[in-house]
Nanobody
Framework: QVQLVESGGGLVQAGGSLRLSCAASGSIFDIETMGWYRQAPGNMREVATITSGGSTNYADSVKGRFTIARDNAKNTVYLQMNNLKPEDTAVYYC??????????WGQGTLVTVSS
């Protein structure tokens, strides 16, 4: 089993920055791609993903502002969010894609950006 624990959410003014962390534990060698997703009322959207080899992908809405990084020694994935906008307000979830098509989600962390 793999467990994910997110941290780092909070309230920030527009233009500010936050860094989210997602710490993995358990059967970490089963983890392949990891990613951040966000849920505003009504929908869940992919924000950024990073493969075990370090390849990254970003949603158009966050390109140039957000950076995903992976520290394999610490089994942690980070999402550095800069120049935050009110529309970035959401619950952010960490997701791990595991071997054999399985997936695990974290509990979510709330990010609120005030205008």
């Amino acid at each position: 089993q793999v467990q994910l624990v997110e941290s780092g959410g909070g309230l920030v003014q527009a233009g500010g920055s936050l860094r989210l962390s997602c710490a993995a534990s358990g059967s970490i060698f089963d983890i392949e791609t990891m990613g951040w997703y966000r849920q505003a009322p009504g929908n869940m959207r992919e924000v950024a993903t990073i493969t075990s080899g370090g390849s990254t992908n970003y949603a158009d809405s966050v390109k140039g502002r957000f950076t995903i990084a992976r520290d394999n020694a610490k089994n942690t994935v980070y999402l550095q969010m800069n120049n935050l906008k009110p529309e970035d307000t959401a619950v952010y979830y960490c997701r791990a894609n595991l071997k054999f098509g399985r997936e695990v989600w974290g509990q979510g962390t709330l990010v609120t950006v005030s205008s």
